[in-house]
């Protein structure tokens, strides 16, 4: 049964948004089973835009690469981010970046900016490289949960080279905890503090980072160090604009998110995509040790094998499945209408698979980003997994740097498998995350 989500006002060309009635709780589950099934069932019930009540929320998904673009290119202003994401992210990630809108974001994003210029970027790899050598020489061997392994590799980044301090263990565990209780506080189903629960976890967890970096922001103040923090304190934009303390630690807290379970995510897709098709990670490896140990870092554009491979895995699994955005004043996507204060989604994830963009879009094809297939130029929003417009990923080309240094140094010390029949099971509540963590097979090459 379909109704209507929003009637288009009479005598205009708009089109009413059709609405499935089905019960919001069971969509939800399904959707969380298996979005593309439900993606591919709604849109060949609905259409690419539909209505759908989840939890409570009235919501509008619009699929395809055309309202992608226009919804993320947001040419008339219609659509702001704060109010969407701050009903999933709100409390604990207050002010960061993605949550402004506007002038204001424009401001906070011209001055953020400063932190992720080729220059900065060559600092934090400096940082980074013997750090990841390190750790992955020492990776265990045997069964090997990959997820886990990457996970505690990028917070000991996110430490080093994003904070820069050098903290005793019990502190950085404290610390780590902190981060970690404030990420999962987003996807609490009770939104409410709770004592125990993980919206209550989450605000006193974002206290005790605001407080870690309270502490420290003099001294970063009183000196420049090649870490995250230390640049947030002195960046200035062009027309010399800078950070208030207050909006640097809002800022560092949020960075820390975006960066962290995204570039895990994307890792851990890539070996599993490699160790169910072995013949791209050897592909890969035999790229690897065209490299020295150590690469430079012009070396990373250079890894166009592993650099397909990410860009399928990415395709295949984005980590940021959709971004929401807020109505703030009666529009339309695609023709039809759209009333102000409708919650609307970009389903990235269903996007990726568009057989129209795609072929064999279930397939895992690093081949299609060949210069001579280019599918995902197929559209400008075909292959968007930072996103487009002004939120557009600022972060894009640290995430990929950590992450192609991770896989080298892993492609070259080890090889690992997983059994023939092996699929991952994913859990989609939130970011999508292997729930077994996936085990592979580890060992050094010899
Ligand atoms: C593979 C890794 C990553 C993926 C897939 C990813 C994905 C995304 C996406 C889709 C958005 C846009 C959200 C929206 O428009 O609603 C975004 C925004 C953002 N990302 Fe990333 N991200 C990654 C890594 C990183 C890293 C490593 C950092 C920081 C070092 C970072 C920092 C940010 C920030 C600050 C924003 C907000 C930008 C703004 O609103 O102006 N991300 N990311």
Redesign the pocket.
Known sequence: MTTVFAQAPAGSDLKSIPKSDRNGVLEVLRMRRDPFAYAKARQGELGKIYGMNAFGIDLVTCAGPAAAEQI?MNKDKAFA?GPA?SYFIGPFFNR???L?DFDE?RHH?HI?QQA?TPKALTGYFDEMQPLIAERVANFPTGRVKLFQEFKELTLDMALEVFLGVELPTAEADKLNRAFIETVRAGVAYVRKPVPGGRWWKGLRSRQVLEEFFYANIDAKRATQTPD?FSVLCHAESDEGHTFTDEDVVNHMI??LM??HD??TI?MTQMAYRMAKNIPWQDKARAQAFEFGENLAYDDLGKLDVLDKIMKES?RMC???PA??RMAVKDTEVQGFFIPEGTLVSVP?MANHRDAQCYTHPDTFDPGRFDADRAEDKSHRFAW????G????????Y???M??KTILHHLLRGYEWTVPSDYEVPMDYSALPVPKDKLPVALQRLR
């Open positions: 993320l981010n994401w960061g970046v993605m402004l974001h994003r953020l992720f995250l949020f960075v975006a960066a995204t570039s994307t990415l984005p980590p940021v971004q929401p990235q968007t997994p930072f996103g417009g002004v939120h557009k990923c600022i972060g894009l640290f995430g990929q950590e992450i």
